[in-house]
Each structure stands twice: as structure tokens, then as C-alpha cells.
């Protein structure tokens, strides 16, 4: 089933620039939404997270936006650098689901120097 | 704290052989899930434990598939007899539910070849 539909599945972005993925969701009962970031060998781990009653979270060149009518949540990495090339992963929580965790298809971003 | 350990980091055996990886969830935590990435299915959730109980394996994808969970501290992930399909990475992560900021941490992950 796809509750979580994330894009672009690839992303291409030169040094300095922005780069934004989102992630659309069908299910209300989400009430976690973190983005997590993959290195090639590596595990994904947890990068920003946001919860519902927020429309917006900033922690350094990355920033989570939340339209929670609209059922999506972006990430925006500002100043991008050849060191964020990794793929990034949505992965909204169920709410009183044993914290499962949703995670979206992934996108592969590189950064040209 | 050394993070979720898990072993081997690579397997290769022939078709038909069993095969067993192991995880180690950082102490603590109390929930632990074993997931399989390829790049045609991406990141599928196989089971997961809270309290070394299983809650979901309706991820497992067939009878070839086991997972156990005898202690909070340990947790493996059997395949017999193993198929050339099964070749992915197998992660482990686990978490602590009621942890403020909640996340998963996931292991370093299992590369499996089935020749």
C-alpha cells in the first residue's frame, strides 16, 4: 500500500543550492514526521523531525515544512554541499502503532561541487 | 554506547544454505525492528518486537523466513533454505518508545548474496 508517495526519487543540485524533496501522505493518523538520511554503507539515520501542531522546523541548513491540510511535509536543504549527497527518506509515524514507522520510497540526492 | 551492532556485515553462501544475522539493540531501548532494503522495493519492514515480543511479521515474506527475539539484548534473523531473491541488505534498528525526540537507530546493516 502506498500511504507515503515521496519525490523526486532523484535529485541533481549544484553546490550552493537549495534542495527540497517532499512527502505526501494519506493517513490521518500520522502524528511523527521525521526525515531520515542514508550514506552508501550505512544504516539511514534521523536527521530533523517535526510533529503536528508546528508548520515549520529549522535546525542549521535543514528545515522541515508541514501543511498538515495538505497532508505533506518537504525538506528543504539550504546551501547544499557534496557532503549531503545520501538518500533521504520520509517516514511518518502511526500514532498508538507501536511506533511504526512509515518510510517513503527515497531519494537519491547529489550535490556537483 | 557502541550504537545497534550487527554481524556479519557481509554474507555470501549458495542457494539453499541457511542463513542467520544477528542483531545486538543499544540497552535500553525496547522496541527492535529487522527491515530488508533492495533498490526495487526500497526499505520493507519484515517484523518488529517491543518487549522481545513479536508484534508484526505480516513483512516476512514467506514459511523461509524466522525471527527471534530470546532476550532484550539480542535478535536474529533466520532464512532457510536462503534464495538468490533474498539478496539485499538487512537492517536492524531499534528504539525506545517513549523517548521525547523518537527515532529509530538503525545498525550498519547485513549485505546477504545468495549465489
Known sequence: ?113 | DAGVIQSPRHEVTEMGQEVTLRCKPISGHNSLFWYRQTMMRGLELLIYFNNNVPIDDSGMPEDRFSAKMPNASFSTLKIQPSEPRDSAVYFCASSLGSAQEFGYTFGSGTRLTVV
Open chain 1, 1 to 113: 500500500q502506498q500511504q507515503v508517495k515521496q519525490s523526486p526519487q532523484s535529485l541533481i543540485v549544484q553546490k550552493g543550492g537549495i534542495s527540497i524533496i517532499n512527502c505526501a501522505y494519506e493517513n490521518t493518523a500520522f502524528d511523527y514526521f521525521p526525515w531520515y538520511q542514508q550514506f552508501p554503507g550505512k544504516g539511514p539515520a534521523l536527521l530533523i523531525a517535526i510533529r503536528p501542531d508546528v508548520s515549520e522546523k529549522k535546525e542549521g541548513r535543514f528545515t522541515i515544512s508541514f501543511n498538515k491540510s495538505a497532508k505533506q511535509f518537504s525538506l528543504h536543504i539550504m546551501d547544499s554541499q557534496p557532503g549531503d549527497s545520501a538518500t533521504y527518506f520520509c517516514a511518518p509515524r502511526f500514532r498508538n502503532a507501536g511506533n511504526m514507522l512509515t518510510f517513503g520510497g527515497g531519494t537519491r540526492l547529489m550535490v556537483k561541487p
